[in-house]
């Protein structure tokens, strides 16, 4: 599956989320939706810085 592809997925997977967090009344709910979509986008930009420095060292 190439990285473009996946990315789509997990749209589809964090809008699902978002849609049944907000369908309810649970503010619990959303800020974990939230800090869980920060979170995975922190990691995904480490990734990357990480990838970009190990290719500068190369």
């Not at 599956?1 to 809008?15: G, P, Q, R």
């Not at 986008?41 to 990357?48: H, I, S, T, V």
């Not at 810085?49 to 060292?57: G, K, M, P, T, V």
């Amino acid at each position: 599956m190439s990285e473009k592809s996946e990315n789509l997925h997990d749209v589809d997977e964090w809008a699902a989320r978002i849609r049944d967090a907000s369908s309810g009344s649970d503010d619990q709910a959303v800020r974990r939706v939230v800090r869980d979509i920060y979170r995975a986008a922190q990691d995904e930009l480490d990734e990357k810085r990480a990838r970009a420095e190990y290719e500068r060292d190369e």
